[in-house]
């Protein structure tokens, strides 16, 4: 079992930039590729971004590629998800999710086993 909390979320302006931060605690942190997942009004969860365990595999949704990074601090149980050039589309819940079957390579929502709670993120016009 692990736990999940993410903050950083807010109301930002179009071109600005946000971290999400994502704590875990329980199971070894570094045991699970993490991700982060978005989900606006209306619409399914979908895949933004994904880390492997030791950082060596990267992988982002095409929508972010280029303005979002992911990265990881297992000495600190975090996981970030840095994300310049904000676009009012990129409005959404953000949800951070730990995965120890697929190495973080999987984009579908199932396959992930441990969820938070979940950070909004506005991006104003």
């Known amino acids: 079992q692990v736990q999940l909390v993410e903050s950083g979320g807010g109301l930002v302006q179009a071109g600005g930039s946000l971290r999400l931060s994502c704590a875990a605690s329980?199971?070894?942190?570094?045991?699970?590729?993490m991700g982060w997942f978005r989900q606006a009004p209306g619409k399914e969860r979908e895949f933004v971004a994904a880390i492997s365990r030791t950082s060596r595999g990267q992988y982002y949704a095409d929508s972010v590629k280029g303005r979002f990074t992911i990265s990881r601090d297992n000495a600190k149980n975090t996981v970030y998800l840095q994300m310049n050039s904000l676009k009012p589309e990129d409005t959404a819940v953000y949800y951070c999710?730990?995965?120890?079957?697929?190495?973080?390579?999987?984009?579908?929502?199932?396959?992930?086993?441990?969820w938070g709670q979940g950070t909004q993120v506005t991006v104003s016009s």
């Open positions: 329980g199971r070894t942190f570094s045991t699970f590729a």
């Open positions: 999710a730990a995965d120890s079957r697929y190495l973080g390579q999987s984009t579908a929502a199932a396959d992930w086993d441990y």
